[in-house]
C-alpha cells in the first residue's frame, strides 16, 4: 500500500468512525472512550508503533507521523491512563513473556487502564527517596506506603508503580518496580482536585496491599534503570501531533483575535508572530528529527530540547489568549459569558502542570545540560534521574 | 525538510578544519580591507567555495542554500571576516535567482572562481529596506545606500532600488565609498553614495527573493555563532573551579546552557527548514529572520555571563560575538520587522 492510500484509509477511519460528542458525564464518558479504543483496536487501528504479536501496527516510522498527524486532525479521544507510553515499553523490553501476554493487549485495546504511581509526597523529583514498602513473603509483596498526583488513578485498573524493597536508605539501589492490580483489598485510591478544579490526579493510599511476586517487573531492587524506558521514536513521532495540534490551536486563536478586532493593535500582531514562528518551528524541529531517523536511525539532541520549547511555548500561547480576552478572561468555565466555554482560560490553568508533570522543566534542563552537553553532574543527583 | 547526505556532512568536515587551521580572527582585524585576502584565495583555489551554489554552467559546483549554509554556518562559528558573507550568500545568490542570464554569464564566473567580490546595497539612511529613495534613470543610479557589507571594496554592487535590481561598478564615476565605524569589528560596512552613477539592470522582478536569501544566510550564519558561544560557555563551565567545583555543577550555570541549546536547536530547524523551502521561502525566511538572530544574542550574552570577568576582557572572543550578533539583528531587518511581515504573510 502506498503512504498516501494508507493516509486516505485512516482518515476515512476516523472520520466514519468518530465516536461524537464527549459526553459530560464522567462514567458516561469512560464508557464512549473505552468503546472508542476497543472500535479502533478490533479495526487493526491501535498501537501504531507497537509489535503485531501485542496486536499492534508495527508501522514503518514514515508511517507513524502520518498516523499521528491524522489522529490529531481527526479530534478523536486519545488513549486512557498514561500507561502506553511509559508502561508499555518497559513492559516489551523488560516483561516476563507471561506479563506480555497478559497485559499487553488489554492496555492497548483500552480493557484495562494503566496509571503511574512513582511520587509520593515526599519523592517528587527525588524520586530515589522513595518510602512505600514492599516487603516479601513467601511469593507475595506486602505492599504499604501513599503514592500522589496519580493521574488517571480513578479509572485505573493496574498502577504501574515503584516501590522500596531495599534498605530505607538504599535510594535508587533498593527499588523495584511493581503491578500492582488497583482493585486488589488494601487499596485506596482518592481523587485530588487540581487547581484547575478538575479531580485529573489522584493519591493512592496501599494498606497491606498483596501483590504476587510474578508481578515484578525486572529484578529486585533493579527497578531504578526501567523508570527511563519509553520509545524514543514513538516520541519523534508523538511531536508532530502535538505541532499539529497547536496548528489548529493558534488558528483558532488568531480567528479570535480577529474576531474581537484586537488584530489592529501592533502588539497583539507581534505576539501572534511570535507564535506563527514557534509553531512553525515546533514542526521543522518534527520534520528535522524524522529526517535524522530515517537517515541515521536516531533522533538528533533536537528531539531532546523540543519538550521544553513546546511547554513553554503553550503556556504563553494561553496566557497570552487569557489577556485576550480583557475582563472576559476574570471568568470560570461555567460562567455563561465565558469565551467558547473557558477553554483558554482553563488552558492557562492547566498548562501550569507542564513545566511540572512527567519531571519538572528544571530537572529537564538539568538532564540536557549532563547528558547532551556534558557538563559535570550535580554531587547531589543519582545517576539517572527523571 | 533535510537530513545532511554524506557529502554534505564532508563539506562541514572539510570547511571547519580548513577554518580551524587559518581563522585567527584578530589578525585581520585592522587590515584595510578587513579581512585576509590570502585566505579567500585559499577558499576559492583550494576548496573552491565561492561557486558552492552557482549553477556548473557558470563555473560553480552547483549547489544551494543548504551547501551554502553549511559553509556559513562553519564561518559564523569563527566569525570568519571575508568577502565571502557579500560575494556568495548575498550576490551569489541573488544573481542565480535573478533569471537574467545576461547578468548571470556576465558576473558569476568571476565569483565562483574567486576573481570578483561583489556585496549587495540595501538599506539606506532611514535604515530600512522599504521607502526606498534610490532611484534609476536613463542608465544612472542616485541615492544613498548604509551599511553596506563590504561595500568599501567589493568590485562590484548590486543596488535594490525603487524600481528593481541594479549592477554598478565598485569603481565607476558617480560612486564614493565610506567606510563606517563599526560595533563589529568583523564584518565592516560602509556607505556608498550614487550621483549619476553607470547602472545595468538585473532582471525583470523585484529583489524580493534576493533579501530572503539574505535573510536565510545571515541566519545560517547566526545559527554557528550561537554554537560557537554555547561550545565556549560549556568548555568553560567544564574547567572553572570555585567553591571546589567546577562551576558546571551549578545549575544556575546548567541551566542557562540547556536553554543556549535548546534555542540553538530551535534556530537550526528554523535555517534548515528556510533553506530548503522552495516555493514557501518568504514565510520561511521571515521565521528564521525573527528567530536566529534573537537565540544568537542570547547565546552570546550568556557567554559571557558564564566567563565571568573573563568573559569581559577585551582579550576573549566573547565579546566579538555579542557584537557580531548584536549588528547581525539589524542588517536585513531587525526580528520585529520579521514578525510583522510573517503576520502579514500568514493573513494574522
Ligand atoms: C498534572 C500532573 C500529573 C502528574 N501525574 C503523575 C502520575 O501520573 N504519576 C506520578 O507518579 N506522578 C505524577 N505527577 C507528579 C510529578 O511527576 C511531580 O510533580 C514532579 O516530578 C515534581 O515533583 P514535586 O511535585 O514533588 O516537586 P519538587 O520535586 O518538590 O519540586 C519543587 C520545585 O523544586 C525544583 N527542584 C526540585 N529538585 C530540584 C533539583 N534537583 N534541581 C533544580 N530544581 C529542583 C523543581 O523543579 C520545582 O520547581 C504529576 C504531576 C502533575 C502536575
Known amino acids: ?386 | 525538510m533535510i537530513a545532511f547526505t554524506e557529502e554534505q556532512e564532508d563539506l562541514r568536515a572539510v570547511v571547519r578544519r580548513f577554518l580551524a587551521d587559518r581563522a585567527d580572527v584578530r589578525a585581520r582585524l585592522d587590515s584595510g580591507e578587513g579581512h585576509d585576502l590570502a585566505v579567500w584565495r585559499q577558499l576559492a583555489d583550494q576548496l573552491g567555495l565561492p561557486g558552492i551554489a552557482v549553477p556548473e554552467e557558470y563555473g560553480g559546483s552547483g549547489g544551494g542554500p543548504v551547501e551554502l549554509g553549511i559553509v556559513l554556518e562553519e564561518m559564523g562559528r569563527v566569525l570568519l571576516p571575508s568577502p565571502f558573507f557579500a560575494t556568495v550568500a548575498l550576490v551569489g545568490q541573488a544573481l542565480t535567482a535573478s533569471g537574467d542570464d545576461a547578468a548571470k554569464s556576465r558576473w558569476l564566473p568571476g565569483i565562483a572562481d574567486g576573481s570578483l567580490t561583489a556585496t549587495l546595497a540595501v538599506a539606506e539612511e532611514s535604515g530600512r529596506a522599504t521607502d526606498l529613495t534610490t532611484t534609476a534613470t536613463g542608465g544612472t543610479l542616485s541615492g544613498t545606500k548604509m551599511f553596506v557589507v563590504d561595500g568599501h571594496t567589493a568590485d562590484l554592487l548590486l543596488v535594490v532600488a525603487r524600481t528593481g535590481l541594479f549592477a554598478v561598478e565598485g569603481t565607476a564615476p558617480g560612486v564614493t565609498r565610506t567606510r563606517l565605524e563599526t560595533l563589529d569589528r568583523t564584518r565592516r560596512l560602509a556607505r556608498i553614495d550614487f550621483d549619476g552613477a553607470p547602472a545595468v539592470p538585473i532582471g525583470e522582478s523585484p529583489p524580493r527573493k534576493a533579501l530572503d536569501l539574505a535573510v536565510v544566510a545571515l541566519a545560517a550564519e547566526q545559527v554557528g555563532g550561537a554554537q560557537a558561544c554555547l561550545d565556549m560557555a560549556v568548555g568553560h563551565a567544564k574547567v572553572r573551579v570555585q567553591f571546589d567545583r567546577p562551576i558546571g555543577t551549578f545549575q544556575a550555570i546548567k541551566h542557562k546552557c540547556a536553554d543556549m541549546l535548546l534555542a540553538i536547536e530551535a534556530a537550526r530547524s528554523a535555517v534548515y527548514h528556510a533553506a530548503s523551502a522552495g516555493d514557501e521561502l518568504p514565510v520561511a525566511a521571515s521565521v528564521a529572520g525573527a528567530y536566529c538572530s534573537v537565540a544568537f544574542t542570547h547565546a552570546a550574552k550568556e557567554n559571557i555571563q558564564i566567563h565571568g570577568g573573563v568573559g569581559y576582557t577585551w582579550e576573549h572572543d566573547a565579546h566579538r560575538y555579542l557584537k557580531r550578533a548584536k549588528s547581525s539583528e539589524q542588517l536585513f531587518g531587525a526580528p520585529a520587522a520579521h514578525r510583522a511581515r510573517l503576520a502579514d504573510l500568514v493573513g494574522i
Open chain 1, 1 to 386: 500500500m502506498h503512504d498516501d492510500d494508507f493516509r486516505a484509509r485512516l482518515r476515512a477511519f476516523l472520520v466514519e468512525h468518530h465516536p461524537g460528542r464527549r459526553p459530560k458525564d464522567r462514567t458516561e464518558r469512560l464508557a464512549w472512550q473505552k468503546a472508542w479504543l476497543a472500535k479502533l483496536f478490533d479495526a487493526g487501528y491501535a498501537g501504531p508503533s507497537w509489535p503485531r504479536e501485542y496486536g499492534g501496527m508495527d508501522l514503518s516510522f514514515a508511517r507513524q507521523v502520518i498516523y499521528q498527524e491524522e489522529y490529531a486532525k481527526a479530534r478523536v479521544p486519545g488513549p486512557l491512563g498514561t500507561g502506553l507510553g511509559i508502561a508499555a515499553p518497559t513492559l516489551v523490553k523488560y516483561g516476563t513473556a507471561e506479563q506480555k501476554e497478559r497485559y499487553l493487549r488489554p492496555m492497548l485495546r483500552g480493557d484495562a487502564v494503566w496509571a503511574q504511581g512513582y511520587s509520593e509526597p515526599d519523592a517528587g523529583s527525588d524520586l530515589p527517596a522513595l518510602r512505600t514498602t514492599a516487603r516479601r513473603e513467601g511469593d507475595e509483596y506486602i505492599v504499604n506506603g501513599q503514592k500522589v498526583w496519580t493521574s488517571s488513578g480513578d479509572i485505573a485498573d493496574v498502577l504501574f508503580t515503584l516501590v522500596r524493597t531495599g534498605t530505607p536508605a538504599s535510594r535508587q539501589h533498593g527499588i523495584s518496580y511493581l503491578l500492582v492490580d488497583a482493585h486488589a483489598p488494601g487499596v485506596t485510591v482518592r481523587p485530588l482536585r487540581d487547581l484547575t478544579g478538575d479531580a485529573h490526579f489522584c493519591e493512592i493510599f496501599f494498606t497491606d496491599v498483596r501483590v504476587p511476586v510474578a508481578d515484578r517487573v525486572g529484578e529486585e531492587n533493579g527497578g531504578w534503570p526501567l523508570v527511563r524506558t519509553s520509545l524514543g521514536h514513538e516520541r519523534a513521532a508523538g511531536a508532530m501531533n502535538q505541532a499539529a495540534r497547536y496548528r489548529r490551536v493558534l488558528d483558532e486563536l488568531i480567528e479570535l483575535a480577529h474576531e474581537r478586532g484586537a488584530t489592529a493593535d501592533p502588539l497583539v500582531r507581534a505576539r501572534l508572530a511570535d507564535f506563527e514562528m514557534r509553531v512553525r518551528i515546533m514542526r521543522y524541529t518534527g520534520m528535522r528529527t524524522i529526517a535524522d531517523i530515517l537517515a541515521r536511525g536516531e533522533p538528533g539532541p533536537a528531539s531532546s530540547t523540543s519538550r521544553l520549547f513546546v511547554v513553554t511555548f503553550e503556556q504563553d500561547l494561553h496566557e497570552f489568549a487569557v489577556d485576550l480576552l480583557g475582563p472576559y478572561g476574570m471568568l470560570g468555565r461555567d460562567d455563561p459569558h465565558a469565551v467558547q466555554r473557558g477553554r483558554w482560560v482553563w488552558g492557562f490553568l492547566r498548562t501550569r502542570a507542564s513545566t511540572i508533570g512527567a519531571g519538572t522543566a528544571e530537572i529537564q534542563r538539568n538532564t540536557i545540560a549532563e547528558q547532551l552537553l556534558g557538563l559535570p553532574r550535580d554531587p547531589a543527583m543519582p545517576p539517572s534521574s527523571r
